[in-house]
């Protein structure tokens, strides 16, 4: 059972497949579908970070060639298309309301759609609930932050067509950083990420305060006035700090996703480690009912050790940036930076 408490078609923050995400649809078995679909292809990042100047690294001569940039409403449909055909009964706009032992080793599951309840029972839950970890912490699991990074984005349209550089743009600040990026509809996202309590939110929740915000920025604010982009819709806000649980996997139940371990939005891993865990989870959970007791354990190793990568990766690319050392957000990074140098 498939539990989708999403609103069907909402815009969804978060585009980036890097180019290794084309193996792991492979080994979903939904390459071809997803060719399919439409998704602009992103062969490279640009980035002002640690000098003004705009740099450019191209995925073309890495052996998984280009990444996307990806349609969040039609992948995640195909995702749900992908499990219904594997036998998965998906219930759309369905949210859980409740889990309890049942006190035979499984679960009862309340269940709420448009105000109706059911009660339902199962005997395993696999916690993919993103950043909430609604399962996991109810289970007495606990969330821990390496920091309060936020992200503000927004939507925007063109005046005039032509913009075909499917790149990402990244662009380091004084409070944070900026990223834009082309998405298929046509449109750009931007977005500042900074710490929650560096947030002006009152600007950035507003067309007008955004738009003002991005004056701060050069390479953004010249991707998006090349072809006339305008805000289109109310900006929003998002958690998008760097966070894992203190367990993964408990009595009846594991955690997968962003439920388990979220990343900031620079490493562009959160589609491929949400893929490649969901991966993961249900193979140890299939190994484990089989009769192999240490999956469960073996799974939890595997997300240790790449946590543990991730970690040092993050702070080599905040190392990088070294010219508003005394502003808090990249102060703050360095002291985590050097922690983390004098730990090992």
């Known amino acids: 059972l498939l539990l989708d408490d999403s609103p069907a078609g909402a815009f969804r923050v978060g585009e980036a497949l890097p180019p290794v995400g084309g193996r792991l649809l492979r080994e979903l078995g939904v390459l071809d579908r997803f060719l399919a679909d439409g998704h602009l292809p992103c062969h490279g990042n ?83 609930t993103g950043r909430r970890a609604a399962v996991a912490r109810r289970q007495g699991a606990a969330r821990l932050y390496d920091d309060a990074l936020v992200a503000f984005y927004a939507r925007f349209r063109p005046a005039r067509e032509g913009d075909r550089d499917g790149r990402t743009l990244i662009e380091a ?54 072809f006339g982009y305008r805000v289109h819709g109310r900006p929003r806000g998002a958690d998008a700090g760097s966070a894992r649980l203190d367990r993964f996997a408990g009595p009846g139940w594991l955690a997968a ?33 089989g009769g192999d007791g240490g999956a469960l354990d073996g799974y939890a190793r595997m997300l240790e050790e790449t946590h543990r990568a991730y970690v040092g990766h993050r702070a080599e690319f905040y190392a990088d940036e070294r010219r508003w050392a005394d502003r808090p957000f990249w102060a703050r990074r360095h002291a985590w930076v050097a922690r983390l140098a004098g730990a090992a």
């Open 46 to 128: 640009l980035s002002a970070w640690g000098s003004p100047a705009l740099l450019g690294t191209d995925f073309l001569f890495g052996v998984d060639g280009h990444g996307w940039h990806l349609d969040r409403a039609r992948f995640d449909a195909l995702l749900r298309d992908a499990a219904r055909d594997a036998g998965a009964e998906v219930r759309s706009c369905t949210r859980l309301a409740g889990a309890e032992p049942d006190g035979s080793g499984g679960w009862r599951l309340t269940l709420s759609d448009s105000g109706a309840a059911e009660e339902v029972g199962c005997g395993w839950l696999v916690d993919a």
């Open 173 to 226: 600040v004084p409070d944070g950083w900026w990223y834009t990026a082309l998405v298929p509809s046509g449109e750009r996202v931007a977005a500042f990420l900074t710490d929650a309590d560096l947030a002006d939110r009152r600007a950035l929740l507003t067309e007008d305060g955004f738009a003002r915000m991005l004056d701060g920025t050069e390479h953004v604010r010249a991707a998006l006035d090349a």
């Open 257 to 289: 996703g962003d439920a388990a371990v979220s990343y900031d939005p620079l490493s562009s891993q959160g589609i491929r480690a949400a893929l490649y865990t969901g991966m993961r989870a249900g193979q140890a959970l299939w190994a484990h009912l």
